[in-house]
Structures are given as C-alpha cells and as structure tokens.
C-alpha cells in the first residue's frame, strides 16, 4: 500500500468555458475564448464551447457523478466574463447565481469546492482595451476577484489564483496560437507581468474581504533537463527553465525577476513599477502547479542545431502545458530533442519522474512550501465497448505512475497536501476541440450522456484508500 498523510486532498479539475456551455447566458459577456472559437480556423473542426458538456444546465447530475467517485474537492472555474462582461465596472449578480448553487451542491454532497479565478476567459471588452498586455487588467481582475469573494468566499476551502499564467503570456502573447492570437514578445513579456501583478491582487483582495480557506498560485510546472553535460547545453536548460518557471515562480515567491531573463530579452522587458513585486509576491499559503510535460534540450547555437528546430508539429498539436514549441526554441536559441519514451495521444513524452523530480527542486528552491498538483492527466483515444464500458488502461497506468512519483516526493520531504485529475469530464480544449480526451467520465456529445471510465472507478478505489493498493 503506498499511503498518503491523513488529510490528502484528492480530487478532479475542469474549467468553465470547457464543460459549461451556454457562455452568454444569464447576461454573461463574450470571453476571448468565445471569439477565438468563433473565428474560422481556430480550432480543429470548428469546435467551439456553445454546448460542450452543457455543465450549465447538468451540474447537479455532474455533482451526483463526483459523490459517486468519492472526491474530496472539486476545482472548478469562475469565468470574469460570465461575473463582469466588460472587463470592469458593473457585477452581474447573475452570472453568479449559477457558482452560489455550485458551490451549496457540492457542499451538500460532502465535496470541498476548490474555484480557481481565471482559467483564460478574459473578458472580449477587456481586451478590446488590450487585454493583459495594458497594466489595468490587474487592477480590474482584482475587482472581479473581490466579486467572487462576496459571493461564495465564506464556502470555499481553497482557491487558486490564475491558471498557467505563462501558458497565456507565450502561448497567447508571444506565439499567438491561442487566445488572443498575438505574436509580439513586448507584449507577452508585458502580459506576463501584469498577469503576475493581478495575481497579486487577487491575493490582497482574499486577505481583505474575510474569505474563508487558502489560496495559491497556478504554476504549469515543465521538466527540462540538458541534452549533455556540456557547458553550452547546461545553459541551454537554465535559460529554458527560467523562461517557463523560475521567471514566474521567483517572482511569486523572492518578488524578484530572475537576471538571466531580464539581460536575454533586453528592451522587451516590461516596466516595473515601484511596489509591484511587493504585491507580485503577496504571500500564499501554498504552491499549486499543473504537470504534464518533460524537455530535454540542447544548446542551438553551439553545434547542436541541425537545422530541424524541434522536429515537425502542427498547430494542433501544441497545447498549454505541453512540451517545448518551436517558438520557445527561436526565442531561447534552444533545441528540444524528440521524446524517446511513450508518448500520450498529444504527443507528450510520459516522463512521471519528471513530476517527483520537479516537486523536489520547488521543495528545494523556494523552502519547502505547501503543495497542490492542481492538474495532472493525460489525453488517450478512448472508446465505449460493447459492454457499455470505457476500458482505458492506458490512463490507468499513466495517472498510477505518477501518484507513485508524488509519493516519491512526499517521502523526500516535500509537503504535498492534494492532487486534482484533469479532467473529471471530457473537455472542449481549446484549438484542439473535442477529439482530445482527458476525462475520468467519458461525455457523449451528441446525447449528453456520461459514462464513468474504468481510470474513474480506478480513481475511486484510490480516494477512498487514500492511496495505492499494493
């Protein structure tokens, strides 16, 4: 039997603009994700979250669904644009009558509910003023923050902040393959800060308006080590690392840039205000991060590149969180090797060493800090037999392996205090739409119908041993 400590959080995640559909009901705006989706060729098939799961009008089956799996929590999203369609100003009260109910059935079925604050559904008007790429989003995100708060905050157990606040700076700001679709590095570095900046507020808000709980941060942790033990890719790793973490979790937790990042983009860097890192590193009461991906990279410049960047991808295949892009490479000079093990559906080397080792260096780095994996899943093609059932051993395997590797990390004395799946539902993924599953509980979209996996009832039987049977 492989235990956790008494008290582990076990848990599944989705986000709303993912599972709810129906974004403009009850007076709520369209997101930037609203508009990407309905923009021709965004997203594969032209997939868009008008129905998806249709959470809006199904949650309570959903909340059956999660009592049946025996989870403790349940995190879940608050869209800004459903809570405050313009960006800033007027609350609509209505758009959060749906997360009041949320949070009343999942309290009534023995479930914490655990919202996280943004998961990418910036406001449309929000960004018709430029989006977080203008300082005043963190001002006008720490509004809506407070507007949660008011409203369900004397509820919820835990909070999290802003969802993979790099994967919307370079995946949205600096690529331009998401939402909002811009490709400019001062802009992105700009987002990136103002992303931090409005975490920051939303964690000033907490401690101002009485919430109950703890809140944290939302960090998609990348594994990346060096190709060789050369100088040259040795610094390669370094810098790449400090690109997709240390830029984001120095700030959060020592409220300071790493220099690295600050030399290498030169002119790009954005302003920084005097007192903004103060807020920036607001203190949380603990780390949470996403984990999906292992990079193994080499240095391009000296003599590694052989002109092939990272090896062929197409659009769909990159994702938030997932491995190294060929835009990171440009950008960092860096190469990232082809995977060498098993691959999930999306391409993404399955490496769960990569998260024991990653919640070791965090454990390390930053002073042995609380811990919430506030994702971790995998996507496989998944098909309903003739028996009725989803049999996705593959899945099994894949989350089995890694809840050993967290163990592996508790047992090296990092404090970890719960684990969320993604997904508890099938999900619309954004440019990726609906072929890509990651869902404990597989969703008919054409009936609605849901169907617990066999990694759901496997799930279960690990809730309720809290942990792993031998």
């Known amino acids: 039997m492989t235990a956790f400590p008494d008290g582990f959080l076990w848990g599944a995640a989705t986000s709303a603009y993912q599972i709810e559909g129906s974004p403009l009901a009850d007076g709520g705006g369209p997101s930037i994700q609203h508009r990407f989706a309905h923009t021709p060729g965004n997203t594969l098939d032209g997939a868009t979250g008008d129905v998806a799961a249709d959470h809006y009008h199904r949650f309570r089956e959903d909340v059956a669904l999660m009592r049946e799996l025996g989870l403790g929590g349940y995190q879940f999203s608050v869209p800004w644009s459903r809570v405050v369609p313009d960006g800033h100003g007027a609350v609509n ?135 060789t033990g050369s100088d040259a890719d040795l610094a390669a790793a370094d810098r790449t690392n400090a690109y997709v973490n240390t830029l984001y979790l120095d700030a959060i937790v020592r409220g300071e840039y790493p220099e690295s990042m600050v030399d290498w983009f030169g002119d790009a860097w954005p302003e920084v205000a005097d007192g903004d890192m103060a807020t920036i590193s607001a203190p949380l009461d603990f780390l949470g991060f996403s984990y999906y991906s292992h990079s193994v990279v080499a240095d391009a410049v000296a003599g590694c590149d052989d002109g092939s960047g990272g090896g062929e991808r197409r659009v769909e295949d990159i994702g938030a969180a997932g491995p190294l892009d060929a835009g990171v490479e440009r950008l960092l000079r860096v190469r990232a090797l082809p995977p060498t093990r098993p691959t999930t559906d999306l391409g993404w080397e399955i490496v769960p060493d990569g998260l024991a080792r990653q919640l070791t260096w965090v454990h390390e780095r930053y002073g042995g800090p609380p811990i919430f994996i506030g994702e971790l899943g995998a996507s496989f093609a998944d098909t309903v037999t003739e028996d009725g059932r989803v049999h996705d051993r593959a899945r099994i395997d894949y989350l ?18 719960g684990m969320f799946v993604w997904s508890l539902l099938d999900t619309y993924e954004f440019n990726l739409g609906y072929g890509t599953r990651f869902g404990l509980i597989r969703v008919d979209y054409e009936t609605q119908q849901r169907t617990i996996k066999d990694s759901g009832y496997w799930f279960r039987d690990v809730v309720a041993a809290n942990g792993l049977p031998s």
């Open 93 to 227: 009260h209505k758009g959060l009558d749906f997360y009041d109910a949320l949070v009343d059935a999942l309290l009534e079925a023995g479930i914490a509910p655990v919202p996280v604050l943004h998961v990418w559904e910036l406001p449309g008007a929000a960004q018709d003023r430029g989006g977080w790429a203008n300082r005043d989003c963190a001002e006008w995100f720490g509004d809506f923050a407070s507007a949660v708060y008011r409203r369900i905050g004397d509820r919820a157990t835990h909070w999290f902040t802003i969802c993979e606040p790099a994967s919307v700076a370079h995946f949205g700001y600096v690529l331009g393959e998401l939402a909002p679709c811009i490709r400019d590095i001062y802009a992105g570095l700009r987002a990136a800060h103002h992303l931090l900046l409005g975490q920051g507020r939303a964690v000033q808000a907490f401690r101002a308006s009485g919430a109950t709980g703890q809140i944290g941060n939302y960090h998609a942790l990348t594994d990346i080590l060096p190709a």
């Open 400 to 417: 089995a392996d890694h809840v050993k590797a967290a163990h592996r990390a508790i047992e090296a004395g990092v404090d970890l205090r």
